[in-house]
């Protein structure tokens, strides 16, 4: 059957239910988001003398969900403007509205009975052959569609999203008995393409994968803690982006997730697993128990492992529990001799076995953690899942973790992690033993530019699923055609090369900039295009702010000058190069990392990439060709239709503001991307194949290198008047200091094409040599020096 998604039902406006439909919203499918009706009339509804019937009031649960949604950060869409393919309506009076849906959702509360009667009255009006799923965290699949018809068991399944569904990309596919083959072959092909997930095939086992594995990693890391007498605070330090996990460690993510959840799962699996041998691990310790009484739940109650409380200077402190004495007090700041050897590692895998290996506390907490983790995955295999990768992918795209389980364990060495387990008396499956056993020393290993994972069925390596359509730089060392102590440049097949740099945030400094001329050196005598893309968290935080204030504070001018020609002979050979160049960036991609993608022949976003020219927070502007491309851009848009449109204002604004697109969609809005140029790939992993697709679909339509633009239009002192009126009036209404003033100046002199009398045509060149000029002067101001090394020290912008 070919199948498309033009419509989807989503039955449940809370928490999930709402952000679910963002989601689809965000790629531009219509959603009808349905709630119940309210029982009785609020306060404010009885003060305007509204009745039950009233459709305001009908519909009051699903528009304040929907509402709150929209308003909360981070944001759950890509742009306000998708929200209008939501439509909301409330189960009595809109629940026909189903039948012309190719997808309906459940996302209800979790409670079977209230489930199925949901499901029978969508039978109702639900279309043979519609997609049916539920969103359950943990109720049986198979027990949700008992007494519905036979088509509708056939299409029936779960579909479980992790919150916030845009940002967390597992999406766990869990069929029924009766589910048809297709059904999950499409929505495991749909998440992945459409909704930009890491999907996952689950068995219908209690929590599915990624909570019967994190949850369990929680409980480890509590008995961790109790063993060693650790606290909140230290605990937290321990387990967040130290142990490549996000920021919000343990505890704070207890409290973001709610106390009440990890406890429902902790108490079920026991009881829904009977034969799990680490039941005593997720036994709740004391305190658990004591914060469900107070009702201490987190971020729903206000206060969990953290609360917030006002101080007296109207201001704010977060206070850490003490689980010894249940109160609330300051929190502390942690110091170990093993974190502080890790922090000056980079490399996760590296770093791993500095911590591991520790000889002070810290080294036993790891060791404790990672021995109960490895024990307990490899007894989940194949309970839960035939595949060991699929238990890797759960837990790294459900809870953010950058190394799954079995990829640690690789790391830190399978043959020594066992010695130490068993002397500790903790045992792991056979199979594992049995693997060693003939010869083979690890669960993953890359062969021929191919990722391969150990398969217990048929007792040898199999190539990872998606490995031909998803290219990860970082397993193609075999096919590294160049490289320095900073680049890499890989042979991507098909006659294409693929850049990637690898430094400290992905920072670009003089090395990165020889790799880029390099490779479009190598590009042009040997291929038919680059393609420009990094690992890691983001693409590029920027050029290297620590060497520009180097230059700066000791006031080398000619290093600096040098240092900035060379960023924008990098970028003008981007954009005037004999092949297509296409740059994928994804994550962070600000100051410098913008400024390259503006020069791309295209760009092929990840659909999460902040981007945008942050130069001023550090008393700068946009230097490798930023601000000449807005100025570029401003002249091509100056368009008459009807009226006159004038764009420079609005670049000006973004530029000076500093403005970061929240996501790739809104980059369009921002001008940052072009439409019918540019594009987005929603599943990040997918950015590198679309945007060697792109490579391949230029060459192939003939591309000839660009023109340099030597008839820019320009405003001059006309527009340079707008616009320092604009900063002017800012400035006396104190939104902006002084020295903000001063940069904004500098700025719209540079866009305006300088100090010309009349609006005019200027070169490329001529816009840089503005930009270059302004960019040095501003280095030479004291409160420049003074931002930058505010940015270095405390990675904060300073107000001066």
Same mark, same amino acid.
């Given at each position: ?7 989807v039902?989503?039955?449940g406006s ?15 499918v ?15 509804e ?22 709150a ?37 459940e ?7 209230i ?33 519905r018809?036979d088509d ?13 569904p ?10 029924a ?13 749909y ?18 994968i990624?909570n ?7 409980m ?12 909140v ?14 920021k ?55 206060q ?79 309970e ?28 830190l ?6 010695a ?9 499956a056979p ?76 920072i670009? &400094? %003089? ?11 190598? +590009?042009? !005598?040997? /291929?038919? =295009? $680059? *393609? ?34 060379q ?8 954009r ?15 100051? &410098? %990392? ?11 976003? +990840?659909? !999460?990439? /902040?981007? =945008? $020219? *942050? ?41 000076g ?18 439409? %019918? ?13 679309d945007?060697?697709?792109?490579? $391949?679909?230029?060459?192939e ?16 002192r ?17 939104y ?59 990675g904060?912008?300073?107000r001066?």
């Amino acid at each position: 059957m070919n199948r498309a998604i033009r419509k989807v039902a989503v039955i449940g406006s809370g928490v999930m239910g709402s952000r679910i439909a963002c989601h689809f919203a965000g790629i531009g499918v219509q959603v009808f988001l349905l709630d119940i009706v309210p029982a009785a009339l609020n306060d404010a509804e009885k003060a305007k003398g509204l009745t039950l019937e009233a459709k305001q009031v009908r519909n009051r649960i699903v528009n304040d969900a929907l509402q709150a949604t929209l308003k909360s950060h981070p944001s759950a869409i890509y742009t306000r403007k998708a929200a209008e393919l939501i439509q909301a309506g409330n189960t009595e009076d809109d629940l026909k509205l189903i039948g012309d849906c190719d997808w309906i959702i459940e996302v209800v509360v979790e409670r079977l009975d209230i489930k199925q009667k949901v499901f029978e009255n969508i039978e109702k009006y639900r279309k043979p052959g519609t997609l049916i799923s539920s969103n359950t965290s943990g109720i049986p699949i198979h027990l949700m569609a008992e007494g519905r018809s036979d088509d509708f068991r056939q299409h029936f399944c779960g579909t479980h999203f992790f919150n916030p569904p845009r940002y967390l990309t597992l999406l766990e596919i869990i069929p029924a008995p009766e589910t048809k083959k297709e059904v999950i072959d499409f929505l495991l092909d749909y998440g992945d393409r459409f909704l930009g997930k890491t999907t996952v095939l689950c068995k219908d086992t209690p929590a599915f994968i990624a909570n019967r594995v994190g949850v369990f990693g929680f409980m480890a890391v509590f008995n961790a803690m109790q063993q060693l007498g650790l606290n909140v605070d230290e605990v937290d330090a321990l387990t967040g982006t130290i142990l490549g996990r996000p920021k919000s460690a343990t505890f704070r993510t207890g409290d973001v997730v709610g106390l009440d959840t990890l406890v429902h799962v902790a108490k079920a699996l026991p009881l829904n697993a009977p034969n799990d041998e680490a039941a005593v691990v997720f036994k709740l310790p004391p305190f658990m128990e004591k914060m469900i009484e107070n009702k201490w739940l987190g971020d729903k109650t206000g206060q969990g492992f953290y609360k917030k409380i006002k101080t007296k200077d109207s201001g704010s402190e977060i206070l850490t529990l003490n689980l010894q004495t249940m109160e609330y007090g300051p929190q502390q700041k942690t110091k170990f001799a093993t974190i502080e050897a890790a922090k000056q590692v980079d490399d996760l895998s590296a770093r791993l076995k500095v911590l591991y290996n520790g000889q002070d506390k810290t080294g036993q907490f790891y060791r404790i953690f990672h021995h109960l983790l490895f024990a307990y995955v490899s007894h989940r295999v194949p309970e839960i899942a035939d595949e060991l990768y699929k238990i890797d992918d759960a837990l790294k795209a459900g809870f953010g973790w950058e190394i799954g389980a079995f990829e640690t364990w690789d790391v830190l060495g399978i043959k020594n992690t066992i010695a130490a387990m068993n002397a500790a008396g903790i045992a792991i499956a056979p199979w594992v033993q049995q693997m060693l056993d003939k010869g083979f020393s690890s669960f993953y290993k890359t062969e021929n530019g191919q990722r391969k994972y150990y398969d217990l069925v048929s007792q040898s390596y199999k190539v990872l699923p998606g490995t031909g359509s998803i290219i990860v730089l970082e397993h193609l060392d075999e096919k590294v055609v160049w490289q320095n102590s900073a680049c890499k440049l890989y042979d991507i097949g098909d006659d294409v090369v693929a850049l990637r740099w690898n430094t400290k945030m992905n920072i670009i &400094g %003089g090395e990165v900039l020889e790799g880029v001329m390099k490779s479009i050196a190598l +590009a042009e !005598e040997q /291929y038919k =295009g $680059l *393609v420009i893309a990094n690992g890691g968290a983001n693409f590029s935080t920027g050029a290297n702010v620590a060497l520009i204030f180097m230059f700066a504070a000791e006031q080398e001018y000619d290093e600096l000058d040098f240092a900035i020609r060379q960023f924008q002979a990098a970028t003008m050979r981007l954009r005037y190069s004999s092949i297509p160049v296409v740059i994928a960036p994804h994550g962070m991609t600000l100051g &410098g %990392g913008c400024e390259m993608c503006l020069h791309a022949d295209a760009v092929q976003a +990840a659909a !999460e990439t /902040y981007i =945008g $020219l *942050v130069e001023v927070g550090v008393g700068l502007i946009p230097g490798g060709g930023g601000t000449k491309e807005m100025a570029i851009r401003a002249s091509q848009r100056n368009v008459k239709e009807d009226i006159e449109v004038n764009y420079l204002q609005q670049l000006f604004i973004n530029v000076g503001t500093a403005k970061v697109s929240t996501s790739a969609h809104e980059a369009f809005d921002n001008f940052v991307l072009r439409r %019918g140029t540019d594009s987005i790939s929603v599943n990040t992993n997918r950015r590198i194949t679309d945007a060697k697709r792109k490579v $391949l679909d230029l060459y192939e339509q003939g591309y000839t290198q660009p023109v340099p633009h030597m008839q820019i239009k320009v405003q001059g002192r006309g527009g340079l008047g707008g616009l320092l009126a604009g900063v002017h009036g800012l400035w006396r209404g104190n939104y902006i200091t002084d020295y903000d003033k001063h940069v904004a100046e500098k700025l719209a002199h540079v866009m305006c094409g300088g100090d010309l009398t009349l609006d005019g045509s200027v070169s490329e060149q001529y816009l840089l040599d503005l930009e270059r000029e302004a960019f040095l002067s501003l280095c030479g101001e004291r409160k420049t020096l003074e931002r930058m090394q505010s940015i270095l020290q405390t990675g904060k912008p300073l107000r001066n």
